[in-house]
């Protein structure tokens, strides 16, 4: 089984660090959707990442797709999430907040990158920048009120999407987001990156080394 993307990619990141935690073993083909398209599309005719490709060449995409799929193929021990209802609608309650801001620092990325300067819509910009602060006020709060397990045997997925949401945002977007404001997180996302399976995956260039 292989991963394809980079980690430079937040969502291909979560990837690759749950899957260590799940014990599935895989490969890492760190490709990029911009400077490797053609390559990636020989693999992924969509071109999105991340990609999974299974033994058989078939593609599966989009991180949570793909680790439905790896909870199905982890041994029951090493799932991560809850199936009792009031523990599953927590864990999905902050799953969504940390894909919300993933998905917003994304989409303000995307326009200071990829769209020409004299192209960018300030208010598309501001509106998405308060829509990003206010799941991280919300993850923010959750996180004083009642803390996320963060080591390797006790994280969950939700913990897993914020420390790598929060440490692409801050490689990323550190003027929209100012870290101060949100110390619970910052020192949620320290503590996970200290972790060997974020190690293992840093978020950059490189690739992942089991």
Same mark, same amino acid.
């Given at each position: 089984?292989?991963?394809?993307?980079?980690?430079? &990619?937040?969502?291909?990141?979560?990837?690759?660090? &749950?899957?260590? @935690?799940?014990?599935?073993?895989?490969?890492?083909?760190?490709?990029?959707?911009?400077?490797?398209?053609? $390559?990636?599309?020989?693999?992924?005719?969509?071109?999105?990442?991340?990609?999974?490709?299974?033994?058989?060449?078939?593609?599966?995409?989009?991180?949570? @797709?793909?680790?439905?799929?790896?909870?199905?193929?982890?041994?029951?021990?090493?799932?991560?999430?809850?199936?009792?209802?009031?523990?599953?609608?927590?864990? $999905?309650?902050?799953?969504?907040?940390? @894909?919300?801001?993933?998905?917003?620092?994304?989409?303000?990325?995307?326009?200071?990158?990829?769209?020409?300067?004299?192209?960018?819509?300030?208010?598309?910009?501001?509106?998405?920048?308060?829509?990003?602060?206010?799941?991280?006020?919300? @993850?923010?709060?959750?996180?004083?009120?009642?803390?996320?397990?963060?080591? &390797?045997?006790?994280?969950?997925?939700?913990?897993?999407?914020?420390?790598?949401?929060?440490?692409?945002?801050?490689?990323?977007?550190?003027?929209?987001?100012?870290?101060?404001?949100?110390?619970?997180?910052?020192?949620?996302?320290?503590?996970?990156?200290?972790?060997?399976?974020?190690?293992?995956?840093?978020?950059?260039?490189?690739?992942?080394?089991?």
């Amino acid at each position: 089984m292989k991963l394809i993307g980079m980690l430079d &990619s937040p969502y291909v990141r979560r990837v690759a660090v &749950s899957l260590q @935690l799940l014990d599935v073993q895989f490969e890492h083909q760190s490709l990029s959707v911009f400077s490797t398209y053609d $390559q990636f599309r020989q693999i992924n005719p969509v071109v999105k990442a991340p990609t999974l490709v299974d033994d058989d060449g078939a593609v599966l995409m989009d991180s949570t @797709l793909i680790l439905q799929y790896a909870e199905a193929l982890a041994r029951p021990s090493a799932r991560r999430t809850p199936t009792m209802p009031t523990e599953l609608f927590r864990s $999905q309650r902050l799953l969504g907040l940390a @894909l919300a801001a993933c998905d917003k620092a994304v989409q303000i990325v995307y326009e200071r990158g990829v769209r020409p300067a004299e192209k960018l819509h300030q208010p598309w910009v501001d509106r998405v920048s308060q829509q990003l602060l206010a799941a991280l006020d919300m @993850l923010e709060a959750e996180q004083i009120k009642q803390p996320l397990d963060v080591t &390797s045997d006790t994280i969950a997925p939700p913990g897993v999407m914020i420390a790598v949401t929060w440490h692409f945002i801050q490689q990323m977007l550190p003027d929209v987001v100012v870290a101060a404001r949100y110390p619970a997180l910052a020192d949620y996302s320290r503590q996970a990156e200290a972790l060997p399976e974020f190690k293992a995956a840093p978020h950059g260039d490189g690739t992942y080394q089991a």
